[in-house]
């Protein structure tokens, strides 16, 4: 079965950096897509970033030049480095398989959160 | 942007027909798809994908969910609600970047 396992969160400053990792099984994993997609605390949905399976990338506006999305295939580990981060990126962070730009199969996700 | 527009809330009656919508700015339909996808979120958990391309179901996904709709205008139906059902639901586009989604639909019970 697909399985997409995240990591890395946690409660970090503003203006610090955090790494996230998301854990595949089940797939091909270098044969797909990947995507970052974010929820605020009681909010909807937000998609945050993509990688193709031949690692080209794009970023929603917002965290344009502030995050870097990446990936080893090699690991089956797709990756979201948030740098200089704001109280606004607090939100629970899913990683998740792409179809033709939908999403497919989801992580359970990752809590965010950016406090001093 | 691409904007999605679904209404807060629902309330229905279990064993009733649930009708969600949702709005694109524009069209988000090409001449072989349409490119708009349900997801639903239960409290607490991630979501998950409902239908696809307007009218496509997911795999495991009951068929009490349907899907219809082009250009702008899509629907999600759920018939008959279950109490399992209760959860907001979400419309995507995949038309255009950025990847934008609705503001989701709470499905309550009446």
């Known amino acids: 079965a697909v399985q997409l396992v995240e990591s890395g969160g946690g409660l970090v400053q503003p203006g610090k950096s955090l790494k996230l990792s998301c854990s595949a099984s089940?797939?091909?994993?270098?044969?797909?897509?990947m995507h970052w997609i974010r929820q605020a605390p009681g909010k909807g949905l937000d998609w945050v970033a993509y990688?193709?399976?031949?690692?080209?990338?794009v970023y929603a506006d917002a965290v344009k030049e502030r995050f870097t999305i990446s990936r080893d295939n090699a690991k089956n580990t797709l990756y979201l480095q948030l740098n200089s981060l704001k109280s606004e990126d607090t939100a629970i962070y899913y990683c998740?398989?792409?179809?033709?730009?939908?999403?497919?199969?989801w992580g359970q996700g990752v809590m965010v959160t950016v406090s001093s | 942007d691409i904007v999605l527009t679904q209404s807060p809330a629902l309330a229905v009656s279990l064993g009733q027909r649930a009708t969600i919508s949702c709005r694109a700015s524009?069209?988000?339909?090409?001449?072989?798809?349409?490119?708009m996808h349900w997801y639903q979120q239960k409290p607490g958990q991630q979501p998950k994908l409902l239908i696809y391309?307007?009218?496509n179901l997911a795999s495991s996904i009951p068929a009490r969910f349907s899907g219809s709709g082009s250009g702008t205008d899509f629907t999600l139906t759920i018939n008959p609600v279950q109490a399992d059902d209760i959860a907001t639901y979400y419309c995507q586009q995949s038309r255009e970047l950025p990847l934008t989604f609705g503001s989701g639909t709470k499905l309550e019970i009446k």
């Open positions: 524009q069209s988000v339909s090409t001449s072989s798809y349409n490119l």
């Open positions: 998740a398989r792409s179809f033709r730009y939908y999403f497919d199969y």
């Open positions: 391309d307007a009218s």
């Open positions: 990688i193709s399976s031949s690692s080209g990338t």
């Open positions: 089940g797939f091909t994993f270098s044969s797909y897509g």
